[in-house]
C-alpha cells in the first residue's frame, strides 16, 4: 500500500510539473487562429477578393477585411500556404497587445508537448545566433546534468558537514554557539540571492587587488564557475541543519537520562557524543528531505546568476530565444530530489528505531 501511494505521489509531482512548465504555451503574443493577409494590385486589376484566394486554400475562411481564419495551431503552415498565392503580396499572423493567457492555447499546448514526447522528442534550444533552427536538447543534456551535479552533490555533503561540525562546535563550546547562534540568525534574516550577490562581490574585489580573475563569477565558454555556485548550494542547507540540531541538543542536555550518564562519571563532551548526538539523528533524518529541495533551489538560482549553462540556468541564458525542454530538465530534477528523499526514507526506516535511547 505504502509503495503505490509514493508511486501515485511521484505521479502527481510529475503532472504538476509538466502542467506548470509548460504555463507559457498558453499565453498568446499572436492568434493562433488568424493571418493577416494582404494582396497585391493585380489582384484588384483581375478582380481577386480574399473571399477568392481562401476559396483556392482549403480550410480557410474570410473573418474580417484582411483576415482570414485558419485551423487553430496552424498559423505558420497556412502562412506559408497563403503566400504561395500569385495574389497575396504578404501573409502575416496577427499580433495580440497586450499578450493574454488563453486556456483554449495552453491545452492544445499541452497536446503538442505530449505528441513530441510520444514521438521521442524530448525539447529543443534556439539560439539567438540562429533562430531558425532548434536544436535537440537531447544532445547537450549529458553535460548539462554533469555540470550541474558537479556541484550540487558536493554542495549538499559541504552543507552536511558544515551545518553537523558547526551544531557540534556549538554545543561543545557554549560561548562560541552563543556567536554562532547571532551569526546564524542574521544569515537565515538575508535572502538566498543576495548571499550569492555578496559571493560575486568578493570575488570581484578579489580580482581587482589581485590584478586577475582569482574566483570565476561567471560562465565563459568552457570556463565553468565551481567555488561561488558550490558556496551557494552548501549554505543554506547548513544553516537549516545547524538550526535544527542546535534545538535538538538544547533539549536533548534537559532529558533525565543525562543526569544518569554525569552520575555514572561521563564527561559533558563524552555525553555528547555518545549520547545526545545520537539521540538527535531522528531530527536529523527529518530535516535532511527538506535541505535537498533548499539545495535543488539554490542550485537553480546560482546557476541564473552565474549564467550557467545546466540544468537549472540553461532556460533564462541570454543566448537562447526559445526553450521547449523545460519540463525535460525540471523533471530529471525533480528525480533527484525524489531519489534523494527515498534513500532518506529508508535511512529512517533503517536507524531511528535503534537509535533512540537512555544512557
Known sequence: MRLIKGLLICLFIFIGIFLVANVD????????????????????????????VTDSVPDTHVADSNLVTVPFGQVAEYVQKLKSNEYVMDAKPVAMEPPTFAFKAYVYGLKQQINQFASGDIGTITYKS?????????????DMVVRSLSYLIPGFLLSLVLGYGLALTAAWKPRVGRV?????AL?????????LVLFQFVAILLAKLAGHNVVLIMQFAGDIPLLIPLLTVSIMPALLLYGTLRIAVEREWQADYIKTAYSKGLTSTATLLYHILRNTTADVLAVLPRAVTVSITALVMSEVMCGIFGLGGYA???KLVLVTSLPTTCGILACFALLAHGILFLLQKMLIVNTKEGA
Open 316 to 318: 533564462l541564458n541570454e
Open 130 to 142: 540562429n533562430p531558425s533552427r532548434a536544436y535537440p536538447v537531447s544532445n547537450l543534456l549529458p
Open 180 to 184: 554562532m547562534d547571532r551569526l546564524h
Open 187 to 195: 544569515l537565515l534574516a538575508l535572502p538566498d540571492f543576495l548571499l
Open 25 to 52: 504555451k498558453g499565453v498568446q503574443h499572436q492568434e493562433l487562429d488568424k493571418v493577416n493577409v494582404e494582396l497585391t494590385h493585380k489582384a484588384a486589376l483581375d478582380g481577386v477578393t480574399l473571399q477568392t
